[in-house]
């Protein structure tokens, strides 16, 4: 008897040393490489994350500071894009309805982010307005109104910097957004360093009273773009301030429409005065008024699905869009779109399945704002939950590849994170988030040494 009970206990052992040893070695592997990344004289005054499980199992591979929440960065966005998935559906969309009620016309948006975008042939501007104006063309439309009820006034989240707001990357989310609320600044520098650098043009051209003051200089040759736009919140008026290289005629920057619904209704109003659908200029545009319960939409224009909107989202990394989002998960599920609702939702959400809220201090639904702590344990949790749901391919299809994994890259001042999956040689897929807070020198040094550790997963 005890002959055949070490029979089977040797079989077992044959059978499961290989596994265990291999888990066992890469382990070793990591740790190693981990410490000798935490030497590097760039994570002097820094502190770093870095958590491993391994998929199938859920086994730790390597845990470093995995319950202490850092800055983010962008890797927040597949926090806020699973909480979607789970939220409102991978079939979701948006809808902006269009009433008329004899002169008046009545926008009733839903936040879609999408409108006007030129991700999509559908979404496109000149598509959107042709089609509008299409529906419209029997109506003579004397008044535009614009429904936002429902959603918090303001569109910038808290926490976010001066410095990013009126930028394309900061274009806060409104009930009605258009064209991803972002525009093109051509600028023309002088031929000398230091020449004052002038304001050529708008693409598109910004029909509203928005003004923009250029205290940019001219820089030498290969400089590159580091030029800003700074814009108070609730303002029109902004300047540029920064660098453009010299000798430039028509250098491209990226804004952020201080109101993409008031652009809208202006481009609107553009277009269907030129088919003599309305007279020019309007006396009410952009007021705020409801449709009455009792006609229907004339027309109606609907976002392409969740899934193809988080594809977006985390492919680019669009902030605009991850804050529609959380603003949309506090409407849905209680009745008021707001950031702080949003982020409610989400926390309470993410309790009930074993996550503590702590572990989701969110200020934001981008990872835009350095006010977020989120930890590396929370990530991987919530990556591992995503692998198990039917509309994982989708996700997973959304991550970019770097460094031959696919994963969400994050970046703001001295913050570098990666998060997400990665099948080895040998088979075995490994979830991980790796997070740095406070680094110096080089992010691109900093992202070779992260690759590095990331490596010895391979």
Known sequence: MRLKVSVIACLLYIVHAPADVSAQIVSKKIEAAFAQFEKDPQLANAITSLYIIEDKTGAVVFDRNSRIGLAPASTQKTITSISAYELLGKTFSYSTSFYTDG?????????????????????????????IATALQQKKITNIYIDSSGYEPGNIPDGWMWQDIGNYYGAGSEKLTWRENQFDILLRSGNKIGDPVSIAATVPAVLYQYKLQSFVTSARTGTGDNAYIYLPVNSNEGIIKGTIPVNENGFSISGAFPSGSAQFVFELEDTLSKLNILPAPLPNKNSFAIPPKSIAPAHTETSPPLDSIIFWLNRKSINLYAEALIKTIGLIKRGYSSTDNGIDVLKDYWKEKGISPTELNMFDGSGLSPLNRTTTHAQVQLLKYAKEQTWFSSFYESLPLYNGMKMKSGTITNVKGFTGYHTSASGKTYIFSFLVNNYNGSATALVRKMYKVLDEMK
């Open 103 to 131: 002169g008046n016309l009545y926008i009733v948006p839903s936040g879609d982010p999408t409108l006007g975008s030129f991700r999509w042939e559908n979404t496109k501007p000149v598509n959107v307005l042709q089609r």
